[in-house]
């Protein structure tokens, strides 16, 4: 197969996280720590304020953060029933939901995003912090970019 593939604008970026949906971050991490020396991970419940509510509805999680040395896990469970992790565990069953990439071109990249084509899930703001979900074709990898690494 010969490629010819187009040139890119955005830089590669870190990986920041892999989100997987879970039914119960408590289990999950039960198992997890069952294999793995994995210290004691950081839980809180997560409900955005209506003013940090971007795009998408209102939602509750449970987010879990689990490191596995330089990798992060980040566990979602849902803590209503409207939310995009509830509709994906209705649907396809716990798994692997998104990657994550910090990033510090936030508005370039959702620019670029939006203007292909692919949907907005969700945006918010978390701890100060810009987020957002967007649906990908072709590959259907759910992407987040996390606004981490902003421009000085």
């Not at 995009?84 to 990439?101: P, T």
């Not at 978390?126 to 992407?143: A, H, K, L």
Request: aromatic share 14%.
């Amino acid at each position: 197969m010969n490629w010819n593939l187009s040139a890119g604008t955005a830089e590669l970026m870190n990986l920041s996280h892999v989100g997987i949906a879970v039914a119960d971050t408590e289990k999950t991490v039960g198992f997890l720590s069952s294999v793995w020396n994995i210290g004691t991970p950081e839980s809180f419940d997560y409900w955005p304020k209506e003013d940090e509510l971007i795009a998408g509805e209102p939602f509750g999680v449970k987010l879990t953060f689990v490191k596995f040395g330089p990798l992060t896990l980040e566990l979602l469970q849902p803590l209503d029933d409207k939310s995009i992790w509830s509709s994906f565990i209705a649907e396809k069953g716990e798994g692997i939901h998104h990657l994550a990439f910090g990033v510090s071109d936030y508005d370039e990249l959702v620019d670029t995003f939006a203007k292909q084509g692919h949907p907005l899930l969700v945006a918010a703001v978390f701890q100060g912090c810009r987020w957002c979900y967007f649906d990908t074709s072709p590959g259907g990898i759910v992407i987040e970019f996390r606004e981490e690494y902003p421009r000085t």
